[in-house]
């Protein structure tokens, strides 16, 4: 059952667009997806709560009685949202999870600096603790000096960079009724599909 972790410990990243998004293109190609939030705060539920009926599904944690949550049965594929401030014994908890971790980060110093100081925290984990890590610009305004500046620390990161989604309201009015891509017609997200092409194939692949 592949997992994959979306993780920045930087606030405001993105970490759920690209969760809910993730989710729902691996729900649109049939397997039996779990959306989960290790936050205790659970907005992956809440945010599923508003998915309308006729578009694919996508579950979240069975949580028992004593609190432990746990995956329900059937489910092929997780994707897992994380808080901000994941560092530590928690990241360690999660990592024991993760098939694949991809971190999102936004064209601003503050964000460059807290993702190259993450990801190089995962990079330096013992090597059979190690996990496909992959990099995405998300909320980018393209032709900006941010942009430029954002893809020339991609360029010498050391991890793949899967490129960057644009900033638009698109994913804020899908998200508000429960949306992703994946359940609406194309014909006006064609640019955004495009963008998450490489990700998709990446979240895909076997490696």
Do not use: C
């Not at 691996?26 to 539920?45: E, K, N, Y």
């Not at 694949?100 to 984990?125: H, W």
């Not at 610009?137 to 991609?154: D, K, M, P, S, Y």
């Amino acid at each position: 059952m592949p997992v994959i972790v979306v993780a920045n410990p930087k606030g405001g990243v993105g970490k759920s667009t690209l969760s809910t998004n993730l989710a729902g293109w691996l729900a649109r190609q049939g397997h039996a997806v779990m959306l989960g939030d290790t936050d205790r705060q659970q907005s992956a539920r809440a945010w599923l709560g508003l998915r309308p009926a006729g578009v694919p599904t996508i579950q979240t944690w069975d949580i028992a009685h004593d609190h432990v949550v746990k995956p329900p049965k059937g489910v092929t594929h997780v994707v897992l949202d994380t808080p901000a401030g994941l560092h530590g014994k928690r990241l360690d908890e999660i990592m024991k999870l993760a098939d694949k971790v991809l971190v999102p980060l936004q064209a601003s110093i503050f964000d460059i600096y807290a993702t190259r100081n993450f990801i190089a925290e995962l990079l330096a984990r013992k090597k059979h603790d190690r996990v496909p890590v992959a990099v995405v610009g998300n909320r980018v305004r393209e032709h900006t000096i941010a942009a430029e500046q954002l893809q020339h620390f991609l360029d010498g990161l050391g991890v793949p960079a899967l490129g960057h989604l644009r900033d638009t309201q698109n994913y804020v009015h899908l998200a508000a009724r429960g949306l992703t891509l994946w359940d609406v017609a194309p014909g006006r997200f064609e640019r955004d599909i495009e963008q998450w092409q490489p990700i998709v194939q990446w979240a895909d692949s076997k490696a």
